[in-house]
């Protein structure tokens, strides 16, 4: 019979077991610890019907009692996640938009307040506009400011990520905004044909943008933002915001955008239609996006 171990952290908050020759972390906080939740969108809050779980916007109801605020992050802009906090109770809360390159929220008169902002540099996104028109001149170059899209054209592309986000970007040229020195660009999304932003990733990734972060969110989409943006440091700047020890936070996610989030957090939830790599790396399985997976974990670990 093979001995089980367990080891208590100096906090007596994470506990470790052996089991099956294999270590597995296990948490142990008292809900009312928890102080803060972030949470990702796609895959997590929302089914894959693109709507909202009943029974999470009446667990939202009890954070809402308790003060504990919960946060979206999302690669969305403020315009495509406003909506979602609006039905689920928490546009008073702020949001996590671009993966955390601008969070803030709307105030009354419905204008996007920064709380933190963190820009991609304008000489790297002046030199990356360049390059694309001169090497990749049929890419749509679409950039996000704020709550503001704009393109120079609405071409396939942008008309089909507008069906998506039912936003409607601004045409307008690229250089004279980048011009403009109080002008801010928060994340740039490439769009074109699987080769083309294949080639275009790999080009960027050896010409010396030493500032900025480029990854691929679908296989034909490549999305630029500064190198500090992610959805973990999203979560130390909003428990800092909140005043909450990251012990003390709890975070959600159901992809490898979201691993870093999770790892980070106080609790690290998974939901069960994660990749396996990201349920390996959490601290809890939850049920899946169809399953009522977000409000079981609130459930479990905050509300009841």
């Known amino acids: 019979m093979e001995t089980a171990l367990i080891l208590v952290e100096s906090d007596g908050s994470i506990r470790f077991r052996k089991k099956d020759g294999e270590w597995e972390r296990m948490v142990y906080l008292e809900k009312k610890q928890i102080g803060f939740i972030l949470s990702d969108i796609d895959g997590t809050i929302l089914d894959h019907k693109h709507q909202i779980d009943l029974d999470l916007i ?35 809360w702020p949001l996590a938009c671009y993966n955390g390159a601008l969070i803030g929220g709307y105030d009354q008169k419905g204008t996007l307040v920064p709380i933190f902002s963190h820009e991609v540099k304008k000489a790297e996104a002046k030199t990356l506009v360049a390059r694309i028109k001169a090497d990749f001149p049929s890419v749509s170059i679409n950039v996000y400011s704020g709550d503001q899209w704009y393109c120079e054209r609405v071409d396939q592309w942008a008309r089909a990520e507008a069906a998506i986000t039912k936003e409607t970007p601004v045409e307008t040229s690229l250089e004279q905004l980048l011009a403009q020195e109080a002008f801010e660009v928060h994340k740039f999304l490439l769009i074109g044909t699987t080769a083309e932003i294949q080639a275009l990733h790999a080009a960027c990734q050896n010409a010396g943008f030493l500032e900025s972060a480029f990854y691929l969110s679908k296989e034909n ?44 957090a106080g609790i690290g939830v998974a939901m069960e239609n994660a990749p396996e790599l990201v349920k390996a790396k959490a601290d809890f399985v939850t049920t899946s996006n169809t399953d009522h997976g977000v409000a079981d974990a609130l459930r479990r670990y905050v509300t009841e």
């Open 58 to 92: 009446e667990e939202i109801k009890r954070l809402k009692q308790q003060a504990i605020p919960f946060v979206l992050a999302s690669a969305r802009s403020p315009k495509g996640m406003l909506p979602i906090a609006q039905e689920l109770g928490i546009e008073d």
């Open 221 to 264: 989409y490549l999305e630029v933002t500064h190198q500090a943006v992610g959805k973990d440091k999203a979560l130390n700047e909003l428990a800092a915001y909140f005043q909450v020890p990251l012990a003390q936070t709890l975070a959600i996610g159901d992809n490898f955008n979201d691993l870093p989030m999770i790892a980070s």
